[in-house]
């Protein structure tokens, strides 16, 4: 306030002074300016997305650039620009590209280049008609929504196979309309235990605050009850594995859930080939088709925004005609595991653990052994005898070897065609003659069998 009465008056009295030097030390106090990242962006406008997803945008606009400069495109004012992005929207069209590239290219453009964005200075209508006419012409598609039935086919598999928490994983997904990643961001803390007769049903807490990051939307501390009477098991199923507070409530890597996936449904000779990620098309078109949720308290659990994710999502009859195309076998093998479920995957749990205790326990075995300590080595053979040839260890398995024949035994046909030779005085046909820096070799080696080196022996020097 003194400095805007000082400039309002326009003579700067002491106090006036005397604030202004105070803000000026305030200001030298500050910091410079700290360097801008490759892409030109600021640490605050770096963060605003996750770093792969600029990965993703560089990569996207370094191909439309190089396809600019091999095609004469021009990028030099804002409308070259526009032209330039619907015509190889048009080209990408034209080669059967899925629309999805064309809206990646579009966010790339106006996240690397903000002038071009919603509150930008410049505009790229001709991109926008474009994105138009490429919904007219080709309808994005939705996913198929994974059947219940099938969901408990494939986590059934999974368990009995010695994946148990992989088919907590998909179960867990199925029922929370969770993203592939946002279950195994789960810590232990996030699943809260139910206080009769207060509360009778487990509960999530997804995004926390106080250890994890924002959701894809930027959301935290969302609440989640699983309250599903089909799965009832898997409250305390997920309570069993947990081990501590800030450890993954699901300790399993998302590729290892992804193998276990694939291999079960590959058992089961599903209709369709199904992805984890269909699953959160499943759980609402599961609570829709039995009525169980309404519209709105389904959009709350799937934390979608508009009506129209919503109805990109929810496809319950699209459920039902995945069961008609389902063969006799795989349904019925599918309704088993619904049956069984609830009392097969806590043994699968518990054998899963005992398992994991046995691995730990020999391991700590392993590593008792006190620091700086050597491994004493195995005991190795009589090298002096049978040198150049296999050696067989001793014991009730082992062939016995015949010893080479001598000169007593031996008949003269025996001694001019036999591959092994006995030590004799002169070296015979069979025995290394060669000499070693004009030394002769040992002349009691005997000779091997043909296509086998024989192993020089040491020679002390005098």
């Avoid at 963060?47 to 990965?55: F, G, I, K, L």
């Avoid at 993203?179 to 509960?203: H, M, N, Q």
Wanted: charged share 20%; aromatic share 6%.
């Amino acid at each position: 306030m003194v400095l805007l009465r000082a400039a309002r008056s326009g003579a700067p009295s002491r106090s006036t002074r005397t604030a202004a030097s105070r803000s000026r030390r305030t200001l030298l106090a500050l910091p410079p300016p700290r360097p801008l990242n490759v892409l030109g962006l600021t640490d605050l406008e770096a963060a605003s997305v996750m770093p792969q997803t600029w990965q993703n945008y560089a990569k996207t606009v370094i191909q439309f650039r190089t396809y600019a400069a091999l095609h004469q495109l021009e990028l030099s004012s804002p409308d070259a620009v526009d032209l330039s992005l619907a015509r190889y929207l048009d080209v990408l069209f034209s080669v059967n590209r899925d629309v999805n590239e064309a809206q990646k290219l579009y966010a790339a453009w106006c996240a690397l280049y903000p002038a071009y964005g919603r509150l930008g200075t410049h505009r790229l209508p001709r991109v926008l008609r474009t994105l138009k006419g490429w919904n007219r012409r080709a309808p994005p598609k939705t996913r198929v929504p994974l059947p219940f039935v099938f969901m408990m086919g494939i986590a059934f598999e999974m368990a009995t196979s010695g994946s148990p928490v992989a088919a907590v994983a998909l179960m867990l997904a199925f029922t929370a309309y969770l993203r592939p990643s946002e279950g195994f961001k789960l810590k232990g803390v996030d699943l809260v235990r139910p206080r009769p007769p207060l509360s009778t049903c487990y509960a999530l807490n997804l995004h926390a605050e106080e250890h994890s990051s924002a959701s894809k939307v930027g959301a935290r501390n969302e609440a989640l009850l699983l309250d599903d009477p089909d799965l009832s098991f898997l409250g305390p199923c997920l309570d069993s594995i947990r081990r501590q507070d800030l450890e993954p409530l699901l300790p399993i890597r998302y590729r290892d859930f992804v193998t276990a996936f694939r291999l079960a449904q590959g058992r089961l000779n599903l209709p369709v080939w199904f992805i984890p990620y269909q699953a959160r098309h499943g759980g609402p078109s599961h609570d829709m088709r039995l009525r169980r949720r309404s519209l709105l308290e389904i959009k709350m659990r799937g934390r979608w925004a508009s009506d129209s994710s919503l109805r990109r999502y929810e496809a319950h009859a699209r459920v039902q005609a995945l069961e008609n195309l389902a063969s006799p076998e795989a349904l019925s093998a599918c309704m088993k595991a619904v049956a069984e479920m609830d009392s097969v995957l806590p043994c699968c749990i518990e054998r899963w653990q005992a398992g994991r205790a046995s691995s730990a326990a020999s391991t700590a075995s392993k590593s008792s052994r006190a620091p700086g300590t050597l491994r004493r080595p195995a005991p190795r053979p009589d090298s002096t005898a049978w040198r150049g040839t296999f050696w067989t260890a001793p014991g009730p398995t082992s062939l016995p070897r015949t010893p080479p024949p001598t000169s007593a035994t031996r008949s003269p046909a025996a001694t001019s065609s036999s591959c092994c030779s006995a030590p004799t005085a002169s070296p015979g046909p069979g025995l290394a003659a060669m000499t070693d820096g004009g030394r002769a070799r040992s002349e009691t080696t005997p000779s091997i069998c043909t296509g086998f080196r024989p192993l020089r022996p040491k020679i002390k020097k005098k």
